[in-house]
């Protein structure tokens, strides 16, 4: 096992009503808050109200940011820096999914930076200050909740990227699966693939002797097996909604990561497919990750896929190892599909002709595109291909 530091300074507050919580969170630390949201649906839900109510009783006054789509884009960042210039906001309050969440990491870095806040994405500039920020969690998926990242597109140049740093971990997050309730069967579905795929960028990678982590995390890819279908075909079912959005926090938060190096190859992949065709990032990941897990198979991964193969799926052990290999990746792909998730890139709009500037894009934008297997630019090719 790798050298680590594990710390997570993010206070969770998981469960129905928690948001209570928020007044003790809040009340003497701010002023003013700046509330940022997405296309609506924590208003149309009552979220929003739920939150407002609280902090009013508390005696804090609030602006707001609203309107973030996903696959978020740098305008709102800079929209929501503005704003807590001009208002004098010492705290950001993200209501909604990874897109709100991450918006808000952006702003409050960009905040306190007197340059450009897409240097942090682009020029690697280390982050020395933040607003601090806190979340209430209304999708489980990222795990932006309890992590250090932020992933932001710029338009124009069809740019989709990451930063990352310690300021910009949330405060406090608050985490009603009841908030959950309210989202459709496809963002269910796309959360639990995004779950799962962040499992497996930290279980597909060196070195093997990580055995807790590796342990948990099959733990947790369990869990989804066992809850996704459900959350999908029961939205109100309290125990699935609280696992799957346990899981989502667990699978991103340095629990199995540190310690290894993870692999990213499909979150690269993924990130400059949506960067172009604004597709949901968990979609993009059930579609390539199958893919991709074909791709890398050789004789020096085998005996990773052996182990998922086992101890996730419970495949046999007495068959041959190449054999239980590809059923796990079978698996995957049937899993995947059984959620209502789309299989083919085809499928969601996305054309052929650019795989060749996504392959290059994500070799220009990272110094290594996976780790478990590094790939090429003609690998990247031939995955996207294979995946339409
Ligand atoms: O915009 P609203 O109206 O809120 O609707 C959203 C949106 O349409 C809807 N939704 C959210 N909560 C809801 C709800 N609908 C009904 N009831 C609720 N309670 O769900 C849709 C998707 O929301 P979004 O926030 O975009 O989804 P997600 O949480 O999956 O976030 C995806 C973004 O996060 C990035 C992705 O690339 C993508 O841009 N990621 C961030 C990471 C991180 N910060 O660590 C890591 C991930 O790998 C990922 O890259
Ligand atoms: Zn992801």
New binding site residues.
């Given amino acids: 096992m790798q050298n680590f530091v594990f710390n997570i300074p993010t206070r969770v507050h998981f469960g129905k009503g928690e948001v209570r919580a928020l007044e003790e969170e809040l009340e003497g630390r701010t002023k003013k808050v700046l509330i940022v ?6 208003k ?2 009552g ?1 929003f109200d739920n939150v407002v109510e609280t902090l009013k009783k508390a005696g804090i006054s609030y602006v707001e940011l609203s309107g ?5 884009r740098l305008k709102s960042v800079y929209k929501g820096i503005e704003i807590c210039r001009k208002e004098s906001v010492d705290f950001i309050l993200a209501v ?7 918006t808000s ?1 952006a702003i409050a870095a960009g905040t306190r930076y007197e340059g450009d806040v897409w240097d942090f994405f682009v020029k690697n500039i280390p982050c020395a200050a933040a607003l601090p920020l806190g979340s209430v969690l ?7 909740e309890m ?1 250090s ?5 710029k338009e124009d140049e069809e740019r ?1 990227l ?1 930063f990352g740093s310690p300021f910009v971990k949330p405060v406090f997050s608050i985490l009603d699966p009841e ?6 069967k496809y ?1 269910t579905a ?2 639990v693939a ?1 779950i799962m ?2 499992v497996f960028e930290e279980y597909f990678s060196q070195p093997s002797s990580a055995y807790v982590q590796d342990r948990m995390a099959e733990a947790l890819l369990r869990v989804c097996i066992r809850y996704g279908p459900r959350a999908c075909e029961k939205p109100r079912d309290y125990e699935a909604r609280a696992n799957i959005m346990w899981a989502s926090s667990l699978a ?1 938060n340095g629990l199995l990561g540190e310690g290894k190096s993870g692999d990213w190859a499909c ?1 690269s992949i ?2 400059e497919i ?1 960067a172009i065709y604004d597709i ?3 979609v993009g ?1 059930a579609i390539i990750v199958p893919n991709w897990m074909k791709h890398v198979l050789s004789s020096e991964t085998l005996e990773k896929f052996v182990e998922y193969g086992i101890n996730t799926w419970g495949i046999e052990k007495k068959k041959k190892d190449i054999d239980i290999a590809n059923a796990s990746i079978e698996k995957t792909r049937e899993f995947f599909n059984s959620l209502g998730l789309p299989s083919k890139l085809s499928k969601v709009n996305v054309a052929a002709d650019r795989f060749k500037d996504m392959a290059r894009a994500a070799i220009k934008t990272h110094p290594q595109v996976g780790s478990f297997k590094k790939l090429s630019e003609k690998d990247i090719i031939q995955i996207l291909t294979e995946s339409f």
């Fill in positions: 949201t997405g296309q609506g649906s924590v149309k839900y979220i973030i789509k996903p696959n978020p909604g999914g990874g897109s709100v969440i991450d990491k209304t999708l489980a998926a990222t795990g932006s992590n990242y932020a992933v932001i597109t989709k990451a908030y959950t309730y309210t989202v459709n963002h796309a959360g995004d795929a962040h991103l979150h993924e990130h949506s949901s990032h968990g990941l």
